[in-house]
């Protein structure tokens, strides 16, 4: 997928190992998904790993709407597709489920 990595990825790019995560990985993860990592996006990813702390699951996207202030169509104005899976996929996160 990307020779930048060299940690060790599933079939749909999650890292295999939570401990891996950094925000150099996520920004190559999310580079590999041809998309350029903004302070605004890093941020929704914090979140969401604190999030994912707290709480040990994923935040349905709604909930993590709410949270953020911003509106699930502005998430998906941002990610265009599945937010809360790259948003999980990006930060180290086991992939979300349910419909996203």
């Known amino acids: 997928m990307t020779e930048a990595l060299s940690v060790p990825l599933d079939n749909e790019g999650f890292l295999l190992n939570r401990d891996d995560w950094s925000e150099e990985v996520a920004v190559e993860l999310a580079k590999a998904d041809d998309f350029e990592m903004t302070d605004q996006v890093m941020n929704f990813i914090r979140e969401a790993r604190a ?12 909930i ?37």
Do not use: H, N
């Open 51 to 62: 999030m994912y702390e707290s709480d040990g699951v994923v935040p349905p996207i709604r």
């Open 64 to 100: 993590f709407a709410k949270k953020q202030k911003v509106s699930t169509k502005d998430l998906y104005d941002i990610f265009r597709k599945g937010p809360m899976k790259l948003i999980c996929k990006w930060g180290g996160l086991p992939k979300p489920t349910g419909c996203v």
